[in-house]
Each structure stands twice: as structure tokens, then as C-alpha cells.
């Protein structure tokens, strides 16, 4: 059973401050990997993605991938309101189009 | 600019009863996908459409079929819903299906089968 784990939170942090989201996968396989931000009751839409180890950084953002511990990481630096969503975890297998595992996503609150 | 459309939005079922959930996309796309969401499960792949006349079986396909009726339709049907099947539906689609690819997701549909 391949599975992505995450803390299903909520996670709560202050206005401005550095909110850290985790992930765990359990398959050695996996080379993609993704975040989707959910907010109540929309659809998932992209955030971020990464394919090789280390640090990628988008505006706010920076997702974190280290293959040999099998955790991917977000992280939102100067959190907003507005970033309070459901952030979902999602790793694909290399060589396996089509198929991506999600996680439970992590519930983060951004407290004015 | 739509990307994709899913209809309905909401829907009751009785136990027993059919319907036919549909999903369009004006992408271009090749692939498309049908989830399910579940409080505590995460989204889970029910049936995927590789390209125009292909379907595969995801990882919950018990208890649906799919049609993918050209490019740009997907649908998904419930033949005899269950109450296990009360969830809500995302249709998705991506340019080719492969790695390190975008999932565009529809707004969903909220299903209640009593």
C-alpha cells in the first residue's frame, strides 16, 4: 500500500508568521511531488511542485524534497488569511502517468 | 475561460437509483480523471481516460462506470448508488497524463445517496 501521510492539523499560526507543512510517502518510487491548496469547499487547485532534492522557491512559497528521508515539505513564509486552506500532499511514482496519491491534506489557519 | 465544467454541482440519490455525473474541458486535454473526496481519506482515483477512446480503472472503480464520449467529455456513472458512494466528485483533467504534469480540477459535485 503506497501512502502519503500528513498531520491533518489544524495548523495554526499568527498573521506574518512561517507556517510548515509536512509530508511523508512511503514508496521509494516516487520522483513527483506536489502541493495542492483546497480552500472549504472548492476543488484542489496547484501550488507547487518539485522533482529533485533540495529547495524550490515560488513568491512566498518554498517546497522542500529530500528523497532520502522520503518527506516533502512547504513552506508559506510571511502567512496571510487568505492561506487559510486545506493543503494536500500528492506524490506520483516514476514511470506511472495518470496516477497520483494524495494525502489527507493538513488544515492551516492564518490568525489576523 | 471555463477549463472544467462539472454537472450538477449537487444531487440526491436514493439507494438504488442511477445517474450519470458529466465533465467537460475546453484545455485541449488529453487526459482526464475522475476522484472522490472523502472526509478523513483524502482524493482518491476513481477511473482515468488516458487519451480519446481509452478508460483505466483507478484505485476505487468498484461501483462506476466511465465514458469518455470524445476529447473534451468524461463522464462518470453510478448504476445502482449505495450510501458508500456519498462523496464529492471532482472531474480533472492534464495536457498528457504524464509525470510532473498539472491536475486542473472541476468545481465538483456533492453526492447524498440515502
Known amino acids: 500500500q503506497k501512502e502519503v501521510e500528513q498531520n491533518s492539523g489544524p495548523l495554526s499560526v499568527p498573521e506574518g508568521a512561517i507556517a510548515s507543512l509536512n509530508c511523508t510517502y512511503s514508496?521509494?518510487?516516487?520522483?513527483?511531488f506536489f502541493w495542492y491548496r483546497q480552500y472549504s469547499g472548492k476543488s484542489p487547485e496547484l501550488i507547487m511542485s518539485?522533482?529533485?532534492?533540495g529547495d524550490k522557491e515560488d513568491g512566498r512559497f518554498t517546497a522542500q524534497l529530500n528523497k532520502a528521508s522520503q518527506y516533502v515539505s512547504l513552506l508559506i513564509r510571511d502567512s496571510q488569511p487568505s492561506d487559510s486552506a486545506t493543503y494536500l500532499c500528492?506524490?506520483?511514482?516514476?514511470?506511472?502517468?495518470?496516477?497520483?496519491?494524495f494525502g489527507k491534506g493538513t488544515l492551516l489557519t492564518v490568525n489576523p | 475561460n471555463a477549463g472544467v465544467t462539472q454537472t450538477p454541482k449537487f444531487q440526491v440519490l436514493k439507494t438504488g437509483q442511477s445517474m450519470t455525473l458529466q465533465c467537460a474541458q475546453d484545455?485541449?486535454?488529453?487526459?482526464m480523471y475522475w476522484y472522490r473526496q472523502d472526509p478523513g481519506m483524502g482524493l482518491r482515483l476513481i477511473y482515468y481516460?488516458?487519451?480519446?477512446?481509452?478508460?483505466d480503472k483507478g484505485e476505487v472503480p468498484n461501483g462506476y462506470n466511465v465514458s469518455r464520449l470524445n476529447k473534451r467529455e468524461f463522464s462518470l456513472r453510478l448504476e445502482s448508488a449505495a450510501p458508500s458512494q456519498t462523496s464529492v466528485y471532482f472531474c480533472?483533467?492534464?495536457?498528457?497524463?504524464?509525470?510532473?504534469?498539472?491536475?486542473?480540477f472541476g468545481s465538483g459535485t456533492q453526492l447524498s445517496v440515502l
Open positions: 480533472a483533467s492534464s495536457e498528457w497524463g504524464g509525470t510532473n504534469e498539472k491536475l486542473f
Open positions: 514508496d521509494r518510487g516516487s520522483q513527483s
Open positions: 518539485i522533482y529533485s532534492n
Open positions: 500528492a506524490v506520483q511514482r516514476g514511470g506511472s502517468n495518470y496516477k497520483l496519491t
Open positions: 484545455m485541449n486535454h488529453n487526459s
Open positions: 481516460s488516458a487519451s480519446e477512446g481509452t478508460t
